[in-house]
């Protein structure tokens, strides 16, 4: 079992940054598939980002990707989400997830077993 608690949410003003960490039990986080999802109310969960067991391999959706980094501290067992140049459509609960199978960055959130409670982030305009 592992369980992910995730911290750094808020309120920021547009143009703004926000670093999301997510902390994870376990001994062997090191070989997890890492992903950062988010949910704005009355939408879908939408991919964020995800990271390869050693940090090597990232992806992003295309609606971050140039302004939000992943990465990973395996010796921590955590995973960080530094956002930069918010907007107010990046509001959402911001959930991290695992995928104990650690077989590559996948996008789809049916591939990670486990969930954080999520973290709050808004942007104001």
């Known amino acids: 079992q592992v369980q992910l608690v995730e911290s750094g949410g808020g309120l920021v003003q547009a143009g703004g940054s926000l670093r999301l960490s997510c902390a994870a039990s376990?001994?062997?986080?090191?070989?997890?598939?890492m992903g950062w999802f988010r949910q704005a109310p009355g939408k879908e969960r939408e991919f964020v980002a995800a990271i390869s067991r050693t940090g090597g391999s990232t992806y992003y959706g295309d609606s971050v990707r140039g302004r939000f980094t992943i990465s990973r501290d395996n010796a921590q067992n955590t995973v960080y989400l530094q956002m930069n140049s918010l907007k107010p459509e990046d509001t959402a609960v911001y959930y991290c997830?695992?995928?104990?199978?650690?077989?590559?960055?996948?996008?789809?959130?049916?591939?990670?077993?486990?969930w954080g409670q999520g973290t709050q982030v808004t942007v104001s305009s």
């Open positions: 376990g001994r062997t986080f090191s070989t997890y598939t």
């Open positions: 997830a695992a995928d104990p199978r650690g077989i590559g960055v996948l996008v789809g959130s049916k591939n990670y077993n486990y």
